[in-house]
């Protein structure tokens, strides 16, 4: 009997030793929410937007 590959899932074990990870949003930057989230219009990917990566 195969048990397979499946893991318990543990919350929290995440290497973030009980940090909450800041969420930073990739189209205008700020904190808290994602970029599919954010209210601000979409930035446009140009030179600009790859020279801050």
Do not use: L
Not at 6 to 34: D, L, W
Not at 37 to 43: N, S
Request: glycine fraction near 14%; charge should be positive.
């Amino acid at each position: 009997m195969s048990t397979g590959s499946s893991r318990p899932f543990a919350s929290g074990s995440g290497g973030t030793s009980g940090k909450q990870r800041v969420i930073v949003c990739y189209n205008c930057k700020g904190e808290g929410h994602m970029s599919k989230q954010c209210t601000k219009p979409k930035k446009k990917r140009d030179a600009e937007w790859f020279k801050d990566k």
